[in-house]
Nanobody, 122 residues
Framework: QVQLVESGGGLVQAGDSLRLSCAASGRAFSTFAIGWFRQAPGKEREFVATISDSGIITAIADSVTGRFDISRNNAKNTVYLQMNSLKPEDSAVYYC???????????????WGQGTQVTVSS
């Protein structure tokens, strides 16, 4: 089992950057793939990015490609989501989640954090 805690959200202006962190506790963090998802009010949760256990394989959603990047530091039990050139439509609660393999499907992720709010003003 793994416990996940997101941090780094906040209120920023369009064009700004934020780096979200997903800190994990529990055994074998380095054996889990980690995904980032987001959910805006009234909308379904959507895939943002995922990274394999080793960090070699990554995938980024088309809607944020070129602006967002995902990385991990297994020595620190942490996964990062670097978000650049933020837009108002990026406003959402961002969640990290753990799975046994990389996937864009939220149903594949067994463990979830509580989320961190990102608000981008125009």
């Amino acid at each position: 089992q793994v416990q996940l805690v997101e941090s780094g959200g906040g209120l920023v202006q369009a064009g700004d950057s934020l780096r979200l962190s997903c800190a994990a506790s529990g055994r074998a963090f380095s054996t889990f793939a980690i995904g980032w998802f987001r959910q805006a009010p009234g909308k379904e949760r959507e895939f943002v990015a995922t990274i394999s256990d080793s960090g070699i394989i990554t995938a980024i959603a088309d809607s944020v490609t070129g602006r967002f990047d995902i990385s991990r530091n297994n020595a620190k039990n942490t996964v990062y989501l670097q978000m650049n050139s933020l837009k108002p439509e990026d406003s959402a609660v961002y969640y990290c989640a753990a799975a046994h393999t990389t996937s864009y499907r939220d149903s594949q992720y067994a463990y979830w954090g509580q989320g961190t709010q990102v608000t981008v003003s125009s």
